[in-house]
């Protein structure tokens, strides 16, 4: 890197931002502790390390990329640097507004964490729910694999020792097999649910402690793991295990930093394994300063919203509210298909991988897919939006009671807003499968309470015979 005036001038204006950022998310979540951990810290790690630092390391030049040949105006790095720069300071400062406006002061999260798990049933009715829960959910999970049968099984492809070609026409291929009411089944129950009822017994256990919550979870976990790596993306299942780090903190546990190191070192050699054996990448390139992890992690994510930049810049249209959800986009914009600016950049970076069903989507930070779609205006909205969505979550959650529902369903929304990040503005917009979990976190608590109420004659506010415990009103 030359020390010229410009280069001088980026990392100066990078330490200050930086500097600032630090200072006004302490102010807006109290602690950037790695063993408190909350939805609001989590975003300064998120957008600092996988966007910020990235996208000031292309600006300096400090390594090259791949998908750089693509960006014919170096403009637009120069430009991203200097938006993010922005983001960085205005999303904590959204924040502290809105703890004042709302009179939420950050220390409630850590108090909230303190809390003990309460019940709004008794720990049977609970169980049977979560049994008849669980049932269904393992059915769609076998479903999903009868229906890929043993060609498309991703599993025995590996094992079959397909190469990565075929592998990534095959992920393609398991993304069609889904549509209609298949595609519910397979996004709903299992993608979605399995994972979180995952959730909820681990809670249950940790609360319990009891043998038959340990076998519901075993059962839970290993049909999770099989269904988050059902099409061989690698960071669905780290990103998985991570929720439980997270429902962890959020339990109450005061995670140690060299448990977050070690699990780190962990997913790094985990993902460096799959990247072996499912990608077929050379050895002597994952032990190299090339590993495709790290470049993955700190330049390919913040080139994605480069890509964004240049290509809704130079050489298409303004998607014009196309990539929001169909009940948005339909009767606001008269859009009758939903078109994410992830699938635009791809067809338009990679035309011919995108063709022969190798190449998927180009997701970039959300502000992207805002600018996609409506230009400079999508990216003040997304910024000033997104912060309040997280804020609301936070804010929300924390006064609820402490239910092992209520806290698995605030960790799962925290990661699932956190991937989101850097997946598209559109689901913050609005998002059907989270909607559809809160939805089915509702029927399961009330089916919870009748079941005390009317199948096993329960009065509110009486003791759950097998802990002892009050059941609160």
């Not at 269904?136 to 590996?158: D, Q, R, S, T, W």
């Not at 997913?267 to 390139?285: D, P, R």
């Amino acid at each position: 890197m030359a020390f010229n005036l410009q280069n001088t001038y980026i990392l100066f204006f990078f330490v200050t931002t930086t500097v600032i950022s630090v200072l006004l998310y302490k102010k807006a979540s109290k602690t950037l502790s790695l063993s408190k951990l909350g939805p609001i810290s989590l975003t300064f790690y998120f957008l600092y390390f996988l966007s910020y630092l990235g996208t000031t390391i292309l600006n300096l030049k400090l390594t090259g990329h791949s998908m750089m040949r693509y960006m014919r105006h170096w403009q637009i790095v120069q430009d991203a640097f200097f938006i993010l720069s922005c983001m960085m300071i205005v999303f904590p400062g959204i924040i502290i507004l809105f703890n004042r406006i709302f009179k939420y002061r950050p220390e409630e999260y850590q108090a909230y964490r303190k809390k003990e798990i309460v019940r709004k049933s008794s720990e049977r009715a609970q169980f049977i729910t979560m049994v008849c829960a669980t049932i269904l959910c393992v059915a769609a999970v076998i479903f999903v694999f009868g229906k890929l049968g043993l060609e498309h099984n991703p599993y025995l492809a590996v094992i079959r020792g397909d190469s990565k070609d075929q592998l990534a026409v095959l992920r393609n291929v398991i993304a069609g097999e889904f549509t209609g009411i298949s595609g519910y089944i397979k996004n709903i129950l299992g993608l979605t649910m399995t994972p979180f009822l995952s959730y909820v017994a681990y809670v249950h256990l940790r609360n319990t402690k009891e043998k038959r919550w340990l076998v519901l979870f075993i059962i839970l976990f290993v049909f999770s793991n099989l269904m988050v790596f059902y099409n061989l993306q690698k960071a669905t299942l780290v990103m998985y295990w991570l929720n439980f780090i997270i429902l962890s903190i959020i339990y109450g546990d005061k995670v140690k930093v060299k448990y977050l190191v070690a699990f780190g070192l962990v997913g790094f050699l985990t993902l460096n394994l799959m990247y072996y054996f499912v990608s077929k990448v050379e050895l002597n390139k994952l032990l190299s300063l090339d590993n495709p992890i790290l470049s993955r992690l700190f330049i390919t994510t913040p080139m994605g919203f480069l890509l964004h930049l240049e290509v809704f810049t130079y050489r298409m249209l303004p998607l014009a509210g196309a990539s929001l959800p169909k009940i948005i986009s339909g009767p606001l914009f008269g859009f009758s298909e939903v078109v994410r600016s992830s699938t635009v950049v791809m067809q338009s970076v990679n035309f011919i991988g995108e063709r022969s069903g190798q190449a998927g989507v180009y997701n970039g930070l959300f502000l992207g897919e805002a600018y996609a779609n409506f230009q400079t205006l999508g990216i003040w909205i997304a910024m000033f939006h997104v912060p309040i969505v997280f804020f609301a979550i936070n804010a929300i959650f924390t006064r609820l009671p402490k239910t092992a529902i209520n806290v698995s369903l605030f960790s799962y929304l925290t990661v699932a807003l956190l991937l989101t990040l850097h997946g598209g503005y559109a689901d913050f917009v609005f998002n059907m499968i989270w909607a559809t979990v809160v939805i089915a976190c509702v029927l399961m608590g009330g089916f919870s309470i009748f079941l005390d109420k009317f199948v096993f004659k329960k009065k509110e506010g009486y003791k759950d015979r097998r802990t002892n415990e009050k059941i609160e009103e």
